[in-house]
């Protein structure tokens, strides 16, 4: 029955989406980019997890102080860790994320407009480009949201960790928060084609600030023990 609803609402899905990142790209365009960074992506990303009847439990959100800037890190399970970080982790924040997604029609263009960092990759010039225009948002007092894992898992367990956001925190002295994403890869795995969605708890675990001094080896291996402590156990 949940595969013929989704086939249902397939058009409803469509509209919204086209409809919020448009708003998005819109009042980003014309300067408020408090709504177009906040508010609508949350109604983006709630609204389509809401379409889909998928509910999102939250663990730790105590853990975040008011007013406090963070360097977001989490596993990534699937396609559904943007909108469920975007609907759930309560934080505005900006993302840094795979340039390839800067191709997807209305979804490339309104992150592009929210000035979300897209990862470039290809070649060391493209890096340190990537790298100065973080810092720049750090600077400027903006909270970053990766997946240091760089890619999502083809089965469900997490990968090793790129050091490039660890860099960048420590640089900005922006202490690191991780968060353990479970259900994502269930509900819709890393897999060749089109998918429907399975129905499964999703959930978002925030840990304790971890704070970025100190050596980067132990610091990457702080925050990965911190993640995986939370995974599901048929993922550990």
């Known amino acids: 029955m949940y595969k013929i609803y989704q086939i249902l609402i397939i058009p409803l899905l469509l509209i919204h989406n086209a409809v919020l990142l448009l708003l998005m790209w819109l009042c980003c365009m014309l300067g408020m ?5 906040g508010l609508l992506p949350r109604l983006w990303s709630k609204g389509m997890l809401w379409l ?3 509910k999102v439990e939250v663990y730790g959100r105590e853990h975040l102080k008011p007013g406090e800037h963070y360097v977001f890190m989490a596993n990534h399970q699937g396609m559904l860790d943007i909108p469920m970080l975007n609907g759930y982790l309560g934080r505005e924040f900006k993302w840094m994320m ?13 992150c592009r407009a929210a000035r979300f960092v897209m990862v470039d990759n290809s070649n060391a010039g493209a890096v340190r480009r990537t790298c100065r225009e973080a ?5 400027e007092g903006f909270s970053l949201c990766l997946f240091p894992e760089g890619s999502r898992t083809w089965d469900g367990r997490m990968d090793e960790f790129h050091k490039g956001g660890f860099v960048l925190a420590q640089n900005a002295g922006f202490p690191i928060v991780p968060i353990t994403i479970n259900g994502s890869f269930d509900a819709l795995p890393r897999e060749k084609g089109l998918n429907l969605v399975r129905h499964v708890p999703l959930s978002i675990t925030i840990h304790e600030a971890i704070p970025v001094e100190g ?5 990457m291996q702080k925050v990965y023990d911190a993640i995986h402590s939370s995974l599901c156990n048929k993922y550990k």
């Not at 980019?33 to 960074?37: D, P, S, V, Y």
């Not at 810092?135 to 600077?139: D, G, Q, S, V, Y």
């Not at 050596?215 to 610091?219: F, K, P, Q």
């Open 215 to 219: 050596n980067r080896e132990a610091l």
């Open 135 to 139: 810092a720049a948002l750090m600077n």
């Open 33 to 37: 980019h408090r709504l177009g960074t």
């Open 52 to 54: 889909l009847l998928l």
């Open 98 to 110: 795979k340039k390839e997604l800067e191709s997807i029609p209305l979804f490339g263009s309104a």
